[in-house]
């Protein structure tokens, strides 16, 4: 069993940043993609970001595309979410989520771990 903790959420005025961390722990027997993806209030869960096994490759939404950034400390079981330039629309709550492969998808069925999530609110 894996378990994925996300931190780092809050309230911030558009413009700001926040970082999100997502902690996993459990039985990690293999390095695995890890994405990032929001749900919104009555929005469908989407994509924000991936990182592939080893960080040598990473994909980011249009919607995010030069504001958010993804990465990964395999020393540390951690993975983040750099978010910069916020905007009101970028409220949400957000998840980290562990891949069943190496390499990212979009899709959500490719990922079998889920955190929580943690809330994320930009103010106008």
């Known amino acids: 069993q894996v378990t994925l903790v996300e931190s780092g959420g809050g309230l911030v005025q558009a413009g700001g940043s926040l970082r999100l961390s997502c902690a996993i722990s459990?039985?990690?027997?293999?390095?695995?993609?890890m994405a990032w993806f929001r749900q919104s209030a009555g929005k469908e869960r989407e994509f924000v970001s991936g990182i592939s096994y080893n960080g040598g490759y990473t994909d980011v939404a249009e919607s995010v595309k030069g504001r958010f950034f993804v990465s990964r400390d395999n020393a540390k079981n951690e993975a983040y979410l750099q978010m910069n330039s916020l905007l009101p629309e970028d409220t949400a709550v957000y998840y980290c989520a562990r891949g069943l492969f190496g390499g990212t998808s979009h899709l959500q069925v490719s990922y079998r771990y889920w955190g929580q999530g943690t809330q994320v609110t930009v103010s106008s």
């Open positions: 459990g039985r990690t027997d293999y390095v695995a993609a």
